[in-house]
C-alpha cells in the first residue's frame, strides 16, 4: 500500500508526522510537489499560473508512482487547489482521493459533496489515515475508522472524532527525506514543532475552534496542548544536524513559552548537550519576561516573531479575546531587544469596529516597543471562526459577503488583502505607515502622530513590495524563508523552462514525450 501525497508548495509540517507515522507501522508514502508559483496565499496572478502551470508533468509524476491512495493536505485557502487538483487526476485515474487537515476537518460534509473526494480525514491524521489504508485493503471496515468521512452510495457518513495523541513522545522525526528529496531547497532550515496545541483562546484562529470542536465530540477529557519532552526535542535537533547538516531550527509551534518550566528544562538541556544550532520560535508576549528571554537568548535563540494583533487594548480583549496588556507588550519587546533576540511582531489591520483612534493605538505601541522588524496582514475571516459570527451579529458582513466566504470563493490573502472589510484609503495608509515603521526614527513616527499626518500617507503602496523593501534593508542573517523563497524560484522556474524546451525540441523532431514522468510510467499508472 503506498499513499501519495500532493503537497501545495510549502513545507507542511503534518504531511511530515503522516509520513512518519505510515512508514513506521508499515505503509509505503511518496510526495509530488505543485510548485504553484503564482497563485498561492502570498502571491496571486492567476493568469500567469494558469499560462506556466505544468499539469502534465504533475500527473504523471503521480501516475509514475502508482499510488494506492492520494493524500492532499487542505487548509481553508487551498480547497479551490485540492479541488483541481482532485478533479484532473479523477479524469486520469481512479485511485482514492482524501482531504485532511484544517478545512476538511470543520467542513466533512461540504468536502464530501465533490465527486472528486472520496474521503476526508477530521484532526489528528497518523492513527486515522493507517487505518483508512488498513480499511482500503480489506483488512477492516470504514465504520470503525475514528476521525474518517466517507461515503454510501455517495451520501456522506462522518464517524466520531478520534481523541488526541496524548503521549506525542510515542510518534517518530518527521519524515523530511520525503520533502527534501522532492524540493531539495527546504534542507536550508530545519523546522519542526515541539508540541501541539496553543493554550489561547483568539477568535480569528483556527486553534480556537479546533480545541473547541475536540472538547465537544470527543467524551474523555482531552488535553489540547501537548509537548513533547525536552529530551526527545534536543534529540531530534542533534539527529537533523547529524544526518542533514542543518545550521538553523524554527519551531513552528504557536507559543514557545508559554510552560515556562518547560523553557527553563529545554533550554538547560540544549546548553548541556552542547547542540549549538541557533533557533527561531514563536513567542506571545504575556509569556516573556526578562529570565525567559535571557534563558532562550542563552540556549541559542536569535529571533522570534510574536503576534501583538492591535495597539488597541479595549478592542484587543473585546473583538480579539486576547487579555495582554499594552505594558506586558512593550516589556516583552524590550526584554528581548535586552537579550539580543531579534523581534519581528505581526499585527493585523481590518479589524471589526476598528477606528482611526485604534489605528493610532497600534502606530503608539509600535513605537514605544521598536521591534526589529513587523508584518502588517488584512484579516482574513476563515469560516467556522468565532470572528466571522461576531462580524455576522454586529452586521458588518453582507449575506453575499458571508455565503463568498463560507463556501471559501473569497481567498485573498492576508497581505494581498485578506477579506477584511475596512479596505479604504484610511486603513490602507495605516497599513502602508505600519509596514514601514521599523525603518522609520522614533521623533519621526510621533511627529507624524501628533500632527495627524499617517492619514495622508500613500495609500497606493503595496504592502508585499513595502514588506520585501524592509527586509532587504534590514536583512535577517539566517531566515530559511528566504533562502528557500529565492531557491525555490529558480529551481522551479529552472525546470519549467528546460521542459518547455524539451517539448518544443520534441514537437520540431516530431517526437513523443518531454513531459516528465514519461508516457510509459503514465500509462502504468492508469487504473
Ligand atoms: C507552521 C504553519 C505554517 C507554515 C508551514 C505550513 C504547514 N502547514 O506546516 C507556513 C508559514 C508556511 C504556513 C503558511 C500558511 N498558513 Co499556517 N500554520 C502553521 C501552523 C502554526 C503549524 C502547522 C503544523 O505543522 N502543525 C503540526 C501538525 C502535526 O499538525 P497539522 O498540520 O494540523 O496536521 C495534522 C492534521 O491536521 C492532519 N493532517 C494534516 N494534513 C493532512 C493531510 C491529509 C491527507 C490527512 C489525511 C491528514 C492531514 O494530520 C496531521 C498530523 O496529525 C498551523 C497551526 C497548527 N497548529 O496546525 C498554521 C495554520 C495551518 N496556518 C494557517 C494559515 C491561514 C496559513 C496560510 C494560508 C497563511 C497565509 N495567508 O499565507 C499559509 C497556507 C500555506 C499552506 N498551504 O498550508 C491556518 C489555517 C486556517 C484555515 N482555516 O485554513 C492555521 C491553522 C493557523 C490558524 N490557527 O489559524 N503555516
Ligand atoms: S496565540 Fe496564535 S495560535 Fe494561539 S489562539 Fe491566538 S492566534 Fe491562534
Redesign the pocket.
Given at each position: 500500500m503506498k499513499v501519495l501525497?500532493l503537497n501545495?508548495?510549502?513545507?507542511?509540517?503534518?504531511?511530515?508526522?503522516?509520513s512518519a507515522?505510515l512508514k513506521q507501522v508499515g505503509f509505503e508514502t511518496a510526495l509530488v510537489n505543485d510548485p504553484n508559483l503564482f497563485d498561492?496565499?502570498?502571491i496571486q496572478y492567476p493568469l500567469v499560473s494558469r499560462l506556466l502551470e505544468d499539469v502534465d508533468f504533475i500527473l504523471n509524476q503521480i501516475a509514475a508512482h502508482r499510488p494506492d491512495l492520494i493524500?492532499?493536505?487542505?487548509?481553508?485557502?487551498?480547497l479551490q487547489?485540492g479541488l483541481k487538483w482532485a478533479r484532473r487526476i479523477k479524469a486520469r485515474m481512479q485511485t482514492p482521493i482524501?482531504?485532511?487537515?484544517?478545512?476538511?476537518?470543520?467542513h466533512p460534509k461540504e468536502v464530501l459533496l465533490h465527486n472528486c473526494v472520496d474521503?476526508?480525514?477530521r484532526?489528528?491524521?497518523?492513527h486515522?489515515?493507517a487505518e483508512?489504508a488498513e480499511a482500503l485493503m480489506g483488512q477492516r471496515d470504514l465504520s470503525s475508522v475514528l476521525g474518517l468521512g466517507y461515503k454510501v452510495d455517495g451520501e456522506p457518513r462522518v464517524n466520531d472524532m478520534r481523541p488526541l495523541?496524548e503521549d506525542l513522545d510515542t510518534l517518530p522525526f518527521p519524515d523530511k527525506d520525503l520533502y527534501y528529496a522532492a524540493m531539495p531547497y527546504l534542507n536550508h532550515g530545519y523546522?519542526t514543532?515541539s508540541g501541539?496545541?496553543?493554550p489561547y483562546r483568539c477568535t480569528?484562529?483556527?486553534?480556537?475552534?479546533?480545541m473547541k470542536l475536540y472538547k465537544e465530540t470527543v467524551p474523555k477529557a482531552q488535553k489540547w496542548t501537548r509537548r513533547h519532552s525536552p529530551e526527545y526535542v534536543v534529540r531530534e535537533i542533534q539527529w537533523a544536524k547529524e544526518r542533514y547538516g542543518i545550521k538553523h531550527v524554527r519551531f513552528?509551534?504557536?507559543d514557545f513559552s508559554y510552560d515556562k518550566r518547560w523553557v527553563r528544562e529545554f533550554c538547560t538541556l540544549y546548553i548541556r548537550e552542547k547542540v549549538n544550532i541557533p533557533y527561531f520560535a514563536?513567542v506571545y508576549p504575556n509569556t516573556i519576561d526578562e529570565e525567559i528571554a535571557a534563558l532562550l537568548a542563552a540556549s541559542g535563540c536569535d529571533a522570534v516573531e510574536m503576534g501583538i494583533q492591535s495597539g488597541a487594548e479595549q478592542l484587543r480583549k473585546e473583538v480579539l479575546h486576547r487579555k495582554t496588556k499594552d505594558t506586558d507588550i512593550v516589556r516583552a519587546m524590550h526584554a528581548l531587544r535586552a537579550a539580543g533576540i531579534r523581534c519581528t511582531v505581526d499585527v493585523i489591520i481590518g479589524l471589526p469596529t476598528e477606528t482611526k483612534a485604534d489605528l493610532d493605538a497600534t502606530v503608539r505601541l509600535l513605537a514605544e516597543g521598536r521591534p526589529w522588524h513587523l508584518y502588517a496582514?488584512w484579516l482574513?475571516y476563515?469560516?467556522?471562526?468565532e470572528i466571522l459570527s461576531l462580524a455576522k451579529e454586529k452586521k458588518l458582513l453582507s449575506p453575499e459577503q458571508i455565503h463568498q466566504l463560507e463556501t471559501n470563493q473569497h481567498t485573498r490573502?492576508?497581505?494581498a488583502g485578506?477579506t477584511s472589510l475596512e479596505q479604504d484609503g484610511l486603513s490602507r495608509s495605516y497599513h502602508a505607515f505600519i509596514v514601514l515603521l521599523p525603518l522609520m526614527p522614533a521623533w519621526f513616527i510621533n511627529f507624524c502622530l501628533r500632527r495627524d499626518l499617517i492619514q495622508y500617507f500613500p495609500s497606493f503602496l503595496s504592502p508585499f513590495v513595502l514588506v520585501n523593501f524592509t527586509k532587504v534593508i534590514k536583512r535577517d542573517p539566517y531566515n530559511e524563508?528566504r533562502v528557500r523563497g529565492w531557491l525555490m524560484l529558480w529551481v522551479e522556474t529552472r525546470g519549467l523552462v528546460r521542459r518547455a524546451i524539451a517539448r518544443g525540441l520534441a514537437h520540431l523532431f516530431g517526437r513523443p514525450g518531454g513531459g516528465g514522468g514519461g508516457q510509459e510510467a503514465l500509462s502504468g499508472g492508469l487504473r
Open positions: 501525497f501545495p508548495q510549502q513545507e507542511m509540517g503534518g504531511i511530515q508526522c503522516l507515522y498561492n496565499p502570498w493524500a492532499l493536505p487542505i487548509v481553508t485557502d487551498d487547489w482524501v482531504f485532511g487537515n484544517v478545512h476538511p476537518t470543520f474521503f476526508v480525514v484532526g489528528e491524521g497518523e486515522t489515515l483508512l495523541i523546522t514543532m501541539r496545541g496553543c480569528f484562529c483556527d486553534n480556537n475552534t479546533s513552528n509551534d504557536e514563536w496582514f482574513r476563515y469560516p467556522s471562526t490573502g492576508h497581505i485578506g524563508f
